[in-house]
């Protein structure tokens, strides 16, 4: 599997995992092991594809207290939810583009 269907997939699987969970809120390493089964394992496809999120208005970082970052949905709306529907509809392997994606090949 390439690198940008990857990224692809794992941006479909948190925004899947967001609509099921709207008020998960973790760091890059919780949401690494507890948000998905294998498809985070590559912690770099995973920032890439966590940032994909935030610039499409539908995640946010927050860093807390104790100096860690954590990724959380920026609200519990109906734009957000479309976006991330958006998100999980996408097929890569049709040739499509995630939104804020590239085209796969």
Do not use: K
């Given at each position: 599997m390439n690198g940008t269907?990857?990224?692809d997939d794992?941006?479909?699987?948190l925004s899947r995992h967001l609509r099921i969970n709207p008020l998960?809120?973790?760091?890059?390493?919780?949401?690494?092991?507890?948000?998905?089964?294998?498809?985070f394992a590559d912690?770099?496809?995973?920032?890439?594809a966590l940032r994909r999120l935030e610039e499409a208005g539908v995640l946010?970082?927050?860093?807390?207290a104790d100096g860690r970052?954590?990724?959380?949905r920026v609200a519990l709306s109906a734009i957000v939810d479309a976006q991330l529907d958006?998100?999980?509809s996408a097929e890569s392997m049709s040739g499509e583009s995630i939104p804020g994606g590239s085209p796969s090949p």
């Amino acid at each position: 599997m390439n690198g940008t269907r990857q990224v692809d997939d794992i941006t479909r699987a948190l925004s899947r995992h967001l609509r099921i969970n709207p008020l998960a809120c973790d760091t890059l390493e919780g949401i690494s092991q507890w948000w998905g089964p294998n498809t985070f394992a590559d912690r770099q496809q995973l920032a890439i594809a966590l940032r994909r999120l935030e610039e499409a208005g539908v995640l946010e970082e927050v860093h807390a207290a104790d100096g860690r970052v954590r990724y959380r949905r920026v609200a519990l709306s109906a734009i957000v939810d479309a976006q991330l529907d958006r998100f999980i509809s996408a097929e890569s392997m049709s040739g499509e583009s995630i939104p804020g994606g590239s085209p796969s090949p």
